[in-house]
C-alpha cells in the first residue's frame, strides 16, 4: 500500500510588531498598499493597530504558504475577515481558488513584541 494521498496543508508565520510600526511612520503607503481596506479598518479599531496588522500580515502569509502547494496566490488576494464571534477567516480573491472546494482555518496570537499566525488548509 503507497502513501497516502496528501489532504491537508500547513503555513505559520510570525514578525516583530515593531517592524510593522517603523513602516507605518516611514512608508505609511506602502503599509496601506498591504492591506485591504476592511483590514485597515479593523485595525483602526483597536487599541494597538500595529500589532494588529502585524497579526493580520501573518496570518496572510500563513494562508499563502498553506495553499502555495496547490495554487499560486500574491498576498494582495488574501483578505483576513473576522467572524462574527471574533476568530479570523480568509477571503481569497482569486478566480482559481473558487473552482476548487478549500477548508481555511487561521489562528493569530501576538505578544508585546511579536505576532504570529498559523493557517490549516484542508482539502475537501
Known sequence: MGPLPLTMFVGTDIENISRLQNLLVRKPHLVKKIFFESEWAYALTKANPASTLTGIWCAKEAVLKALNPILT??????????????HPLANIHNAQYVLNSYHISI???????????VCVVEIT
Not at 73 to 86: D, P, R, T, W
Not at 107 to 117: D, R, V
Open 107 to 117: 489562528s493569530i496570537s501576538h505578544s508585546k513584541e511579536c505576532a504570529t499566525a
Open 73 to 86: 496566490l500574491s498576498i494582495n488576494e488574501i483578505e483576513i475577515v473576522y467572524h462574527l464571534k471574533g
